[in-house]
């Protein structure tokens, strides 16, 4: 009997071991991709090619985020829509690299673009990613840098992919500055999204989430429960398109149709059959572009409207 008991403690123990492990790889500290390889793949795609990149005049910039931490970015000064920018805001795991095909169609139209690593990503500074915690601050602090970078400024929105896109839509109820958010493959709830794939796993949810919990607050000091970009819609009333890929297993799609429900503003939803993960704009790019601009161009038109000009 003592044996018994002692054998499941042991299993117990290695199940926490194994669950913290497991968040801590894929969530607040999960290896950084290779940027020469996401290049390489992206060029291989052919969303972008070689002549597009080295066409491009890319000025290295910096910030300090509000804790202290120097985050790096690339500004790309528009030729034509000066008073108009669009921050690319990447992926856990990913970066600048992976941003230019998102950007390429607001380069094409002679808009500013600024590309971002987020924290703890490359030549950003920083020990854990919080999936939108902290990076929403961030974003709003990049936000402050194209307010003092571009004279005249008077368009300023954000494109986001997966973490990327849920820190986007948590500033929504932060700020008056940004005009409009597209959001690819974004998370409704960082805690529903982990519950979800922890029963996919098979890993019990309960002691286990509890415990990892703790750990994520006594090491990257934040909360999971407290990331949740679809209160901060709620309460907001700025533009927002959900992209979503109806094959998304990392994600579940049905994150974005229900913050897309909630949307208190103006909004879309474009959800793109038999595309997995971040694989939307490679299924059909064209739609995927057309189905962003037109959703720009309605967004402007409506502030024009307000604005009575």
Not at 180 to 203: E, M, N, P, Q, T
Not at 226 to 245: C, M, Q, R, T, Y
Not at 277 to 292: G, L, P, R
């Amino acid at each position: 009997m003592v044996i018994f008991v002692l054998s499941c403690l042991f299993i117990a123990i290695l199940g926490v071991i194994f669950t913290l492990r497991k968040f801590y790889l894929e969530t607040i500290n999960r290896k950084i991709k290779d940027m020469n390889a996401i290049e390489k793949g992206e060029l291989e795609k052919g969303l972008i090619d070689r002549d597009f990149l080295d066409k491009l005049q890319q000025e290295k910039v910096y910030i300090n985020s509000i804790d202290g931490f120097k985050l790096s970015g690339v500004f790309i000064r528009g030729n034509q829509n000066k008073d108009k920018t669009i921050l690319v805001s990447h992926g856990i795991t990913s970066g600048i690299p992976a941003s230019y095909k998102y950007a390429r169609p607001f380069i094409e139209r002679g808009w500013n673009v600024l590309l971002i690593y987020h924290r703890r990503h490359i030549e950003s500074e920083g020990k854990y990613s919080t999936m939108g915690y902290y990076e929403k601050h961030d974003l709003l602090s990049w936000i402050e840098f194209i307010k003092e970078k571009v004279v005249d400024n008077n368009t300023i929105g954000i494109h986001g992919e997966s973490m990327g896109a849920s820190s986007a839509l948590l500033t929504a109820n932060m700020t008056n500055e940004i005009d409009f958010i597209i959001a690819d493959c974004g998370f409704s709830r960082f805690h529903d999204l982990l519950v979800y794939k922890l029963k996919i796993s098979k890993i019990p949810v309960f002691p286990l989430m509890n415990i990892t919990y703790s750990y994520t607050k006594l090491k990257a000091k934040f909360n999971v429960k407290d990331v949740n970009p679809i209160e901060a819609i709620k309460e907001s009333g700025i533009p927002v398109l959900f992209i979503h890929g109806k094959e998304d297993k990392f994600v579940p799609t049905f994150m974005s149709e229900d913050m897309y429900k909630e949307t208190k503003g103006y909004k879309e939803i474009y959800l793109v059959p038999n595309a997995a993960h971040a694989q939307s704009i490679f299924v059909d790019y064209e739609t995927y572009k057309n189905k962003m601009m037109n959703f720009v161009d309605k967004v402007l038109a409506q502030k024009k409207d307000k604005q009575g000009v």
